[in-house]
């Protein structure tokens, strides 16, 4: 990762944020629900686009769905996307849901 950039999950915010010195720079925000991450927009900020900052976002908060046994329903394309391009992380999607999100049954 970049040197001053962190990833945080404000909790309080329901959303993950990538910091760059402090400054955000980009977010991803969801909604939880008993066993359940819902990702509903991701954006990253003028100035700091194409710099990868939201694929690591989205990659940590996929991660932390997985660690904590959560599926993800992906409403964000971009979220879905990613899902579509890293495989691992399919199977976080309900099967019975991936058909909405563009993404393969299996």
Known sequence: MARG?????????????????????????????????????????????????????????LRDAREEGLEVVPFCWFVAEYIGAHPEFLPLVPADRRAEFGLPGR
């Open 5 to 61: 950039v962190t990833i945080v999950d404000d909790k309080e915010q329901s959303r993950y944020e990538v910091r760059l010195e402090g400054e955000t720079v980009a977010i991803a925000d969801y909604v939880r629900q008993p066993g359940i991450v819902s990702f509903t927009h991701t954006e990253t900020f003028a100035g700091h686009k194409g710099q990868g900052h939201a694929g690591r976002m989205i990659e940590r908060a």
